[in-house]
């Protein structure tokens, strides 16, 4: 089994998540005291990081085949540079970037957010990014945009699971304005203090920690401001399992499995999914006044 892994990390460096945890928390409590509001809260105690290990071989990225194996085997063939993210649309600034100057003009920051994929499981990622907001500030929206739509690379040749119809291509995600301006919304380069490996979503990613995980689109060659909700892959393809919104919410059952446990990866037991992944004290607001069971 071919498992990629940048070739410079070392075992101990990538094992040792306890240290890792207690450098977190220095820092968060440093960061606490200087009271910088864009410092992310850590997961709840007794939350451990998900290990290297599992973050890059147990993933879902279709593009490179529809098993949790297959990115980590077959990813390998994405060329994550030199690489364009087109930025246009309802704004008055449109850009096209390479890839290394939106990563050098935006400092990154280390989040260690809760993924919840919507099949159930649950991971705890140390990410490296910046939030989508900054990015979005310098192209300057139009009074018009409404909506973000990101998309994904098409090349069939770098990404053989398109040349299988298992989903349209290329993937498509959307998010609403004030939820993409959000300053949990990331834009998302690294983890574990290293380059993103292909098979998370090389070179860049968004990252939404309080939504189903499919929403975090991977490997972004396109941002697009619209006036109108865009069509987003899973609710193309099966409308009603998946809607637009899909904040986690553990009221409201997938139509074929329950959303009221996870499985965090690592572990055994299973735990009880939390509203909004557990970031409801700072995005139930997004939400005010919107029947959750209905937009889903
Ligand atoms: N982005 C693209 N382009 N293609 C995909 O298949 N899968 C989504 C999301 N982003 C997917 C994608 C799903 S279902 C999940 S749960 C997360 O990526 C998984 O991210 P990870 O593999 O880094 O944990």
């Not at 975090?216 to 909700?229: P, T």
């Amino acid at each position: 089994m071919l498992i990629k892994r940048p070739p410079d990390i070392p075992t101990s460096e990538i094992t040792d998540e306890r240290l890792f945890w207690r450098r977190r928390d220095f820092l968060g409590a440093m960061a606490g005291a200087l009271a910088l509001h864009l410092v992310p809260r850590l997961p709840q105690q007794g939350e451990k990081l998900t290990s290297f290990e599992d973050i890059t071989t147990y993933n879902n990225f279709y593009e490179f085949g529809t098993d949790k194996k297959d990115p980590s085997r077959h990813a390998h063939t994405l060329r994550p540079r030199p690489w364009s993210v087109r930025v246009e649309g309802e704004i008055k600034k449109p850009k096209v970037y390479d890839v290394d100057e939106v990563i050098r003009r935006y400092p990154a920051q280390e989040r260690v957010y809760r993924l919840r994929c919507v099949e159930a499981w649950s991971m705890v990622i140390p990410w490296l990014g910046f939030p989508l907001a900054s990015l979005l500030r310098d192209v300057e929206p139009t009074s018009n945009a409404k909506f973000v739509a990101f998309t994904t690379l098409h090349d069939p040749e770098q990404m053989p699971g398109q040349k299988r119809g298992v989903l349209p291509w290329p993937y498509v995600e959307g998010l609403r304005l004030d939820e993409a301006m959000h300053p949990l919304t990331l834009l998302v380069h690294g983890l574990y203090g290293k380059p993103l490996p292909n098979q998370n979503g090389a070179p860049l990613r968004l990252v939404v920690p309080w939504k189903y995980g499919f929403k975090s689109i991977k490997s972004i060659v396109r941002i697009r401001l619209v006036r109108e909700q865009p069509p987003t892959t899973w609710s193309m393809s099966a409308p009603n399992e998946y809607g637009f919104y899909s904040n986690v919410n553990p009221d409201v059952d997938h139509p074929r499995w329950s959303q009221k446990r996870e499985r965090r990866i690592g572990e055994l037991r299973r735990r009880l999914t939390l509203p909004f992944n557990g970031y409801a004290d700072q995005v139930a607001s997004l939400y005010t006044g919107m029947d959750l069971r209905r937009t889903f």
